[in-house]
Structure formats: structure tokens, C-alpha cells
């Protein structure tokens, strides 16, 4: 079993800057990606940013220059660092890892964090 733990959310100005962290911790043996997601109540839930193995990332229009995802693969931890945030970013960021392999032959599966919550006042 994996876990993630999303830390870093919180009440910001906006204009202002927050930095998401996330730790996967268990059984990891390969793990394709990591990634933050946001959903606001009654919206399904989006695509934030994301990181592959190889460092490529990949980003919603909507963040694209304020936002910086990075990845820690020794320590399975990813960030995100998001300045100049605006109201709308205001959102339940979660944390996600995937096609997580645990055993050598095993399958691989999807796993999400508890969520953080970001809130940007105007």
C-alpha cells in the first residue's frame, strides 16, 4: 500500500505565493509520474500540473508561467510552487501518483492524496 501526504495549503493574498509538497511513502519500486490536481466543489476534478520520471512536465494553460511543478524521485516527494496566485486558483489541491508499481511483477495502480486546500482572498 502507498500513502501520499500533501502538505503546504492555506490562506493567501492574491499576488501572494504557496508551495505544495507531497511524500509518497510504502512500497515503491517504479512509479511513472506524480502530479497536483484541483477540484473545486461540484467541478470534476483537473489536471494542475504534472512531472514524469524523466522530468518532462506538463502544465494547464491556466498556470502556465506561475506555477512550477518539481520532483525530489529519490525521496518520492513532488512540489508545487505557485506564485502570483489569483482567487480562482482557490481549489482542494491533491496530490497524485501514477502507474505505481509495488511488487516486481506486479500490477500497477493509481493512488491519491487526502487533498490540501488552497484559498486565495481577493
Known amino acids: 500500500q502507498v500513502q501520499l501526504v500533501e502538505s503546504g495549503g492555506g490562506l493567501v493574498l492574491a499576488g501572494g505565493s504557496l508551495r505544495l509538497s507531497c511524500v509518497a511513502s510504502?512500497?515503491?519500486?517504479?512509479?511513472?509520474?506524480m502530479g497536483w490536481y484541483r477540484q473545486a466543489p461540484g467541478k470534476q476534478r483537473e489536471s494542475v500540473a504534472t512531472?514524469?520520471?524523466?522530468?518532462?512536465?506538463n502544465y494547464a494553460d491556466s498556470v502556465k508561467g506561475r506555477f512550477r511543478i518539481s520532483r525530489d524521485s529519490a525521496e518520492n516527494t513532488v512540489y508545487l510552487q505557485m506564485n502570483s496566485l489569483k482567487p480562482e486558483d482557490t481549489d482542494v489541491y491533491y496530490c497524485?501518483?501514477?502507474?505505481?508499481?509495488?511488487?516486481?511483477?506486479?500490477?500497477?495502480?493509481?493512488?491519491w492524496g487526502q487533498g490540501t486546500q488552497v484559498t486565495v482572498a481577493s
Open positions: 497524485n501518483a501514477d502507474r505505481v508499481r509495488s511488487e516486481r511483477w506486479g500490477p500497477t495502480f493509481n493512488y
Open positions: 510504502g512500497t515503491i519500486l517504479t512509479m511513472n509520474a
Open positions: 512531472i514524469t520520471n524523466d522530468g518532462t512536465t
